[in-house]
């Protein structure tokens, strides 16, 4: 399934959503997490988002 399809699901089910960096793959590319809340759930997710942007110790721009 595309990555495309969840961002659908969320939008018509009317969920908010959103996505932050999460680090880096073993090749040094970026890597991000899309987080899905449920309805009404947008401070919950703001918070969660920060927690794991934290520990992820933010982004960092790849090396080109």
Do not use: K, Y
Request: overall charge negative; proline content about 9%.
């Amino acid at each position: 399934m595309s990555m495309l399809c969840w961002i659908a699901l969320a939008t018509t089910l009317h969920l908010p959503a959103l996505a932050i960096p999460a680090g880096q793959t073993a090749r040094g590319l970026p890597a991000g997490v899309q987080l899905v809340g449920p309805e009404h759930g947008e401070n919950r997710l703001f918070d969660l988002a920060a927690a794991i942007e934290d520990a992820a110790g933010g982004f960092t721009p790849p090396r080109l």
